[in-house]
């Protein structure tokens, strides 16, 4: 173990995860690739597990970055007014929503993900006045109380140390061989069924942690329709879905829905720095100044870098590479399928959200485990992590996107025909 691994080890809380799947010091990250103290390469197929969409020090947006900053731009600011604000507010409008018939109004309520996700779940409380949240089996959707609420995993939810309440949660699609939304009407219509009408709805339309499951686009309108005729709010969290990774910049462009609230963090400021936007439709904006609120909810270093990472969304040129790569991707995962029954393989997700689940026990974590060893950074998702998960920067050139699936299938072959036993 290196000097700085082992200082690392020996302060940091036991609750780190991620240096164990990646026992390693890393030191230099570039575009799709990271470098440790070793000098090793590695292929990034993990992006921030969702928070770098566009790779590694961005040289457009770092520009942006350093020249804000070496001209003393404000840093922190809560929500006063700034000329970073500003600049994020018009191009995100001009380039986002208005191309996409969109009419939202943009709350900063904290840097990360749980926040905007609390705040949603609060102001669908506040606006229709009930209580109780629809979550979907496999769903997660924070860390914090209000999130775990209507997050699936038992784990992370025993992690709360106190009784999660006021939250229902439904089968998700394909979750059981019957129609899951008939099901969850039912529930509705049904007074005796323990179910009230709830504030709103909150789903994944592709499952990140949950197991990379993506919802079929019929169920997504479905899922709108049941919200409207009932008036229950439908919370889209893309936080993980979102800023591209399944194809379009929202997750849910492809279904032809209009969530009432979106959750969007993680790559949404472009460059790995904390930030996060809680989208309302403006006749449900009723919060009183203050009443949902965050130190840190006015990160400018992120404003700067997140209106600079905008540029990729100018035309629709990115959005036909990311298709593109999606597509060789998903046809290389199908063909491992294919010519390794021993994976006990499915293929799972959408665009560049994607994965194969096996079925035999332990063997995506020692693919992964594997590909570590050979230069690829790959985590793998799902309650039992039966999934390795594919997440390579959208604008990785083809070339070493190849690389990167070279990777796997090796790594493939080799546990196949010298399966590791516990």
Not at 162 to 180: F, H, K
């Amino acid at each position: 173990m290196s000097k700085d691994l082992d200082m690392i080890s020996q302060h940091e809380s036991v609750v780190a995860s991620y240096i164990r799947s990646f026992p390693t010091v890393f030191t230099k990250t570039k575009k799709h690739k990271m470098w440790d103290e070793n000098g090793k390469e590695y292929i990034d197929f993990f992006s921030g597990a969702g928070a770098l969409n566009y790779g590694h020090n961005d040289d457009h947006m770092k520009q942006k970055l350093i020249d804000y900053i070496t001209n003393d731009g404000i840093t922190h600011s809560l929500d006063m007014a700034s000329d970073a604000k500003a600049d994020f507010l018009k191009k995100f409008d001009d380039v986002i929503l208005k191309p996409r018939d969109l009419d939202y109004k943009v709350m900063f309520p904290g840097p990360t993900g749980t926040n905007t996700v609390e705040s949603a779940l609060k102001l669908a409380r506040k606006v229709t006045g009930r209580t109780d949240i629809i979550s979907f089996t496999g769903g997660f959707h924070g860390m914090t109380i209000g999130s775990l609420s209507v997050t699936g995993n038992s784990m992370k939810r025993q992690g709360a140390g106190i009784p999660l309440q006021n939250t229902v949660t439904m089968a998700y699609d394909n979750y059981v061989d019957q129609d899951t939304v008939e099901y969850l009407e039912r529930f509705l219509e049904d007074n005796g069924s323990g179910v009230a009408i709830p504030a709103a709805m909150i789903v994944e339309t592709v499952q990140g942690e949950g197991g990379i499951n993506a919802a079929r686009f019929e169920w997504l309108k479905k899922i709108e329709q049941v919200c409207k005729r009932w008036g229950i709010l439908l919370i889209i969290d893309d936080v993980q879905a979102g800023i591209g990774r399944t194809g379009s910049f929202f997750s849910f462009e492809a279904a032809g829905i209009k969530p009432d609230i979106i959750c969007l963090s993680k790559s949404l400021s472009g460059y790995g720095l904390p930030l996060a936007v809680t989208l309302i439709k403006p006749e449900l904006d009723i919060w009183k100044p203050g009443e949902h609120n965050g130190t840190f909810r006015g990160n400018n270093h992120a404003f700067v870098t997140a209106t600079a990472a905008l540029d990729y969304w100018k035309d629709d040129s990115f959005e036909k590479e990311i298709h593109e790569k999606s597509e060789i991707t998903y046809n290389f995962l199908q063909r491992l399928v294919s010519e390794y029954p021993e994976l006990k393989g499915e293929v799972r997700g959408r665009g560049l959200m994607v994965g194969i689940a096996s079925e035999a026990d332990g063997l995506s974590e020692q693919i992964a485990e594997e590909c570590f060893n050979r230069g690829l950074i790959m985590e793998t998702a799902g309650p039992n992590d039966e999934v390795f998960k594919l997440f390579p920067a959208l604008n990785i050139p083809k070339d070493d996107l190849q690389k990167g699936l070279n990777i796997i299938e090796e790594s493939i072959k080799a546990l196949v025909k010298n399966p590791v036993t516990n």
